[in-house]
T-cell receptor, first 115, second 115 residues
Framework: AQTVTQSQPEMSVQEAETVTLSCTYDTSESNYYLFWYKQPPSRQMILVIRQEAYKQQNATENRFSVNFQKAAKSFSLKISDSQLGDTAMYFCAFMKRKGAQKLVFGQGTRLTINP | DTAVSQTPKYLVTQMGNDKSIKCEQNLGHDTMYWYKQDSKKFLKIMFSYNNKELIINETVPNRFSPKSPDKAHLNLHINSLELGDSAVYFC??????????????FGEGSRLTVL
């Protein structure tokens, strides 16, 4: 069974700073997807960024980028130039590429951006 | 136009009652899901349907019965509600087959409170 671990329950940074959220996972699969989802106070789950395991290049989406270390089974999220609107719970998630499409989530990291 | 919509968004009821949550998606996706988010914010899959066929049933008590009348709708009926059923229930949908990207699109969640 796959497991996803986020070791930072809470983080807090000042606006415009850079912050990195950690995520490790455990799987015997070689082909899979990794995701970061954001859940603001509105409760809606929003996809931030997606990485396919067979791609060595780290995914980037504007101010969001990942550091994907497949051998170490690590998938951290870096938010550059953080904004007040980035305040949210962030969930790391894993999905096998084949078979049942099931997202396995980490415990979440509550990120607060302070003005 | 809401892509994945759930009703009701809030539900307060007494122990022992039966309640339903409805979900509809207008994205043309083949696969729909129910996820449960507990009081500690942990998200876990409950059910998955592909073209009205049950694909995933994650050791959920049989008081929970999903129903998919067509591939755009997935409803969740809960019998004999218990205190521990209090949670936020998220509906989600995704592509399948050759259009599969791994990304799930979530509804806004339905907060169920059992008194």
């Amino acid at each position: 069974a796959q497991t996803v671990t986020q070791s930072q329950p809470e983080m807090s940074v000042q606006e415009a700073e850079t912050v990195t959220l950690s995520c490790t996972y455990d799987t015997s699969e070689s082909n899979y997807y990794l995701f970061w989802y954001k859940q603001p106070p509105s409760r809606q789950m929003i996809l931030v960024i997606r990485q396919e395991a067979y791609k060595q290049q780290n995914a980037t989406e504007n101010r969001f980028s990942v550091n994907f270390q497949k051998a170490a089974k690590s998938f951290s999220l870096k938010i550059s130039d953080s904004q007040l609107g980035d305040t949210a719970m962030y969930f790391c998630a894993f999905m096998k590429r084949k078979g049942a499409q099931k997202l396995v989530f980490g415990q979440g990291t509550r990120l607060t951006i302070n003005p | 136009d809401t892509a994945v919509s759930q009703t009701p968004k809030y539900l307060v009821t007494q122990m022992g009652n039966d309640k339903s949550i409805k979900c509809e998606q207008n994205l043309g996706h083949d696969t729909m899901y129910w996820y449960k988010q507990d009081s500690k914010k942990f998200l876990k899959i409950m059910f998955s349907y592909n073209n009205k066929e049950l694909i995933i049933n994650e050791t959920v008590p049989n008081r929970f019965s999903p129903k998919s009348p067509d591939k755009a709708h997935l409803n969740l009926h809960i019998n004999s509600l218990e205190l521990g059923d209090s949670a936020v229930y998220f509906c989600a949908s995704s592509h399948a087959g050759t259009s599969y990207t791994g990304e799930l699109f979530f509804g806004e969640g339905s907060r169920l409170t059992v008194l």
